[in-house]
């Protein structure tokens, strides 16, 4: 892939208050790219300065041809704007059928009756809404019309798909028909996608790459894996919802790895940062092993005594609850429930790899 759009030193101002500082961003080829953060993170003021919709205070973006906003002219502006098309979270639709709404765009561009009707068809048909082609689309339900929407945008073959929110006003099975319908059409087309969301349990099925916003700073980008298991910060790490957050700090170095006091309980972890310094280790759920016994914990290095507090089905997961002298969360199968006999009050050894666990700077005082 190649950098197909990029973002630097992107910063804009509403009065005094800055909602955007992007030092820099590049969208690749083909991907799509989740931005993700809490409202007002500054997550969709970039997307409309990205579409032209809005001027930035200062900064630069390069586009796919090689023009840059700074010095764009009136004829450059609509050129570029004819390669985009933006969905928004409301279905903006005009009081006309499914098939006139599609064909909208189309017939701003002045495209042959012919081939329009060719575009239109196929596009329904890519949907799977050919049947509400002749429907009145103030009568679709909330899915219907985003998949209405989402096919008016297609239907242009733009080289850039901007997405502010679009299933946050949808139920659930909605949400998740019309997140396959984004992924599948989006890829098929070869069409670049940036996608905006406060919620990012909903874009890890779909997303090439995840950019969280916060404070109107850009804070991390990467791949879906990389940022959820590597958070920059204790700020990403909240935000993604991390468990097993604690706060430590650096009592011994030893050639890329660390013994952190966390409360009293040392931990063994991958960590270059010199003793005294306070740190935030995360431990991913998934990553702590429970043994019933004193067995074999293999080549972990952190074995520690644990009471089971809690216990909480998950679907197919059991979330425990443990005390190890430091609060740990462990996620395991019903079936390992089952087989060790896990419930409140009973006593087992917890063990982590130095792997495992996850080690971040830390600006704050350490109790």
């Known amino acids: 892939m190649t950098d197909f759009l990029s973002i630097a030193g992107l910063k804009h ?16 080829e083909g991907e799509i790219m989740a931005v993700v953060g809490p409202n007002g993170s500054g997550k969709s003021t970039m997307l409309r300065i990205v579409n032209l919709l809005e001027k930035p205070t200062e900064g630069e973006i390069t586009y796919w041809d090689g023009s840059r906003l700074s010095n764009l002219d009136r004829q450059g502006r609509r050129e570029l704007s004819l390669q985009m098309a933006m969905i928004f979270q409301e279905a903006l639709l005009f009081k006309r059928s499914v098939r006139a709404n599609i064909a909208y765009g189309l017939k701003l561009r002045n495209m042959e009756s012919d081939t329009r009707e060719k575009r239109v068809e196929d596009i329904l048909e890519k949907l799977d809404i050919s049947h509400l082609a002749d429907r009145d689309a103030m009568t679709l339900s909330g899915g219907e019309a ?5 096919g008016r945008a297609l239907v242009l073959r733009p080289r850039l798909l901007l997405l502010d929110e679009p299933l946050a006003s ?34 890890l099925e779909i997303a090439d790459s995840l950019a969280v916003f916060l404070g109107g700073r850009l ?14 910060n204790e700020e990403v ?12 700090e650096v ?21 270059e940062l010199p003793p005294g310094s306070a740190v935030k280790v995360q431990i991913h759920p998934e990553e702590v092993l429970l043994l019933s016994d004193a067995g074999d914990p293999g080549s972990a290095r ?56 996850h080690v971040m700077p830390f600006v704050g005082r350490v109790e």
């Not at 949808?170 to 069409?191: H, N, Q, S, W, Y």
């Open 13 to 28: 101002y509403y009065g005094d208050h800055k909602v955007l500082d992007v030092d820099g961003l590049e969208v690749e």
């Open 146 to 150: 985003q998949k209405v929407t989402l």
């Open 170 to 203: 949808l139920d659930v099975p909605a949400k998740k028909a019309l997140r396959e319908d984004i992924t599948r059409l989006v890829k098929d087309m070869g069409v670049t996608a940036i996608y905006v969301s406060h919620d990012y349990h909903e874009v």
């Open 219 to 232: 804070q991390q980008v990467g791949s879906p894996g990389h940022v959820f298991g590597f958070p920059v």
């Open 237 to 248: 790490a909240e935000f993604l919802g991390a468990e097993n957050l604690l706060e430590g």
């Open 251 to 271: 009592v011994e170095c030893m050639e890329g790895t660390a013994r952190i006091s966390v409360r009293g309980v040392l931990l063994e972890g991958l960590c």
């Open 302 to 357: 952190n074995r520690l005594k644990a009471r089971v507090v809690g216990v909480k089905a998950l679907g197919a997961l059991v979330k425990v609850m443990l005390d190890c002298g430091i609060p740990l969360t462990a996620y395991i199968t019903k079936a390992s429930q089952k087989e060790m006999g896990i419930e409140p009050g009973r006593e087992m050894t917890a063990v982590i790899k130095a792997t495992a666990i």
